[in-house]
């Protein structure tokens, strides 16, 4: 089983809906938790923290749940610019800081 | 203007010639890192470094070396490419334990293709 494991997709939705993505992470002492962007050839770029009381940052909602072990991403109102690969990070306990990716997950809105 | 550089940022080589890939950050970060990534295998981390001369390998580092002389530099050395190192490379740096937040800055990346 992957460390971190995400569905690659590609999700594909229309301008204005909702959509969800999961991440299931392996390690039960995993520490901190992350959404990353990355557009096409582009460097990821931090999207969100995920804290364990989860979290919002407008049109975008983070949750964290650790009895099931997996993180979410709920994107409302999607935009053409949603488009992209949307990474799940996760790191584990220790102090190496080593961060464990996930594959990403494809997102396209289409208009 | 915070940020990570990489140079180049494109590259075609040969087989066993020697390469350097710089990078260079100006945020006073103590954590860096490489990493390359792959159709299909996702982002890979191939060393890292939590401060200066402090180096440690990733999960893929055969046949890469670093070295970490000064805090803003951390570059990545092929001593002898090969084919299979044919890949999109990031560097990325973060304040460490020192910091608040894990937040990794990446460089823009360089694609290197090793024939």
């Known amino acids: 089983r992957k460390e971190v494991e995400q569905d690659p997709g590609p999700f594909n939705v229309p301008e204005g809906a909702t959509v969800a993505f999961n991440c299931t992470y392996s390690n039960s002492a995993s520490q901190s938790f992350f959404w990353y962007r990355q557009d096409c050839r582009k460097e990821p770029k931090l999207l969100m923290s995920?804290?364990?009381?989860?979290n919002e940052d407008g049109r975008f909602t983070a949750q964290l749940n650790r009895a099931s072990q997996y993180i979410s991403l709920l994107i409302r109102d999607s935009k053409l610019s949603d488009s992209a690969t949307y990474l799940c990070v996760v790191r584990n306990a220790g102090n190496n800081r080593k961060l464990i990716w996930g594959l990403g997950t494809s997102l396209a809105v289409n208009p | 203007e915070a940020q990570v550089t990489q140079n180049p940022r494109y590259l075609i080589t040969v087989t066993g010639k020697k390469l350097t890939v710089t990078c260079s950050q100006n945020m006073n970060h103590e954590y860096m890192s490489w990493y390359r990534q792959d159709p299909g295998l996702g982002l890979r981390q191939i060393y890292y470094?939590?401060?200066?001369?402090?180096?440690d390998k990733g999960d893929v580092p055969e046949g890469y070396k670093v070295s970490r002389k000064e805090k803003r530099n951390f570059p990545l050395i092929l001593e002898s490419p090969s084919p299979n190192q044919t890949s999109l490379y990031f560097c990325?740096?973060?304040?460490?334990?020192?910091?608040?937040?894990?937040?990794?800055?990446f460089g823009p990346g360089t694609r290197l293709t090793v024939l």
């Open positions: 995920v804290y364990s009381s989860g």
């Open positions: 470094s939590m401060n200066v001369e402090v180096t």
């Open positions: 990325a740096s973060s304040p460490g334990l020192a910091g608040r937040t894990d937040t990794q800055y």
